[in-house]
Structure formats: structure tokens, C-alpha cells
């Protein structure tokens, strides 16, 4: 079953959207539709990458400023959620993102994923990783083309 389905199975009316809204989110953010990803955030939304906080997006424009300039070079982004519980404020999902860059390396990644829900908005987005393991797998002409990039 789905785990979307599943979550929204065992959850309150409430608790329904806000699992449906996170469901949207990931399919645009499995898309790599930045803009659309940004548009579910409040004006004062937060995207916190725990091993990375000083990188934090806030608000919509920077939540989509923030993952098109992190997540580039890629074909393909799928997200392999498998875990998904939530109420009517917070989601929490388990997923292994797989970075497929266009020179043909796949990087896998087990992230926990906490979206704090406002009013239909994602108020805060916390993704918990391991730096060290997403670093080893980086191809190192994605490594180079960033560092060209920063100057």
C-alpha cells in the first residue's frame, strides 16, 4: 500500500490534509518543480537542513532559491518515501532520496523528513541526514562544478 494511503488510512479528517499536502509537496519536489515546491510554504516558512542550518531557506522564494541552487545536474530525482504518520500539524516521513546525475552516478540518501503544518502551509520543513554519507557518494565533476560556481 501506498504509504500515503496508509497514513491517511489510520488519520483523523484533520490529520487527512495535511498528509495530502505533504503528498503534493513530494511530488513536486520528486518533479524538481522548485517554484511549485516553494509555493507551499507561508511567508515566514522554513526549510532546515539539520546537518546544514546555516543554508536554511525561508519563505517561498527562499525555499525555491534554496533547492535550485542545492540540487542541480540531476535526470532524475526519485524520492522512495516508505514511511509516512501524521496529525493535523505535523508529518513525518522516511524516505531514501536517489540523485540521479546526468553523468550516470545514482547517490542514495535515508532521510526523516518533519513538515510542521500551519494553516495549509508548510511553516517549518526539518530533513535530517547524514552529511558525511551524502558527501562520500558525490561524483567528483558535481564537486567541481559547484566549487567553479561558488568562485
Not at 522554513?46 to 543554508?55: F, G, I
Not at 552516478?105 to 532521510?111: D, F, G, Q, S, T
Request: glycine share 8%; aromatic share 10%.
Amino acid at each position: 500500500m501506498n504509504p500515503f494511503d496508509r497514513a491517511r488510512s489510520l488519520a483523523t479528517p484533520e490529520a487527512r490534509a495535511s498528509i495530502d499536502l505533504i503528498e503534493a509537496f513530494f511530488q513536486k519536489l520528486e518533479a524538481m518543480d522548485w517554484g511549485a515546491v516553494g509555493g507551499f510554504f507561508s511567508e515566514d516558512g522554513a526549510y532546515c537542513d539539520e546537518p546544514a542550518r546555516e543554508m536554511d531557506g525561508i519563505g517561498p522564494a527562499g525555499v525555491t532559491a534554496k533547492l535550485a541552487k542545492s540540487i542541480v545536474g540531476l535526470d532524475a530525482f526519485p524520492m522512495g518515501i516508505d514511511t509516512v504518520v501524521g496529525d493535523a500539524e505535523r508529518v513525518t516521513t522516511r524516505r531514501t532520496e536517489e540523485w540521479h546525475f546526468s553523468t550516470g552516478e545514482v547517490l542514495k540518501l535515508p532521510v526523516l523528513c518533519i513538515h510542521e503544518i500551519e494553516d495549509g502551509k508548510i511553516k517549518r520543513w526539518h530533513e535530517f541526514w547524514n552529511m558525511p554519507a551524502f558527501v562520500a557518494q558525490l561524483p567528483k565533476s558535481w564537486l567541481e562544478a559547484r566549487a567553479r560556481e561558488a568562485g
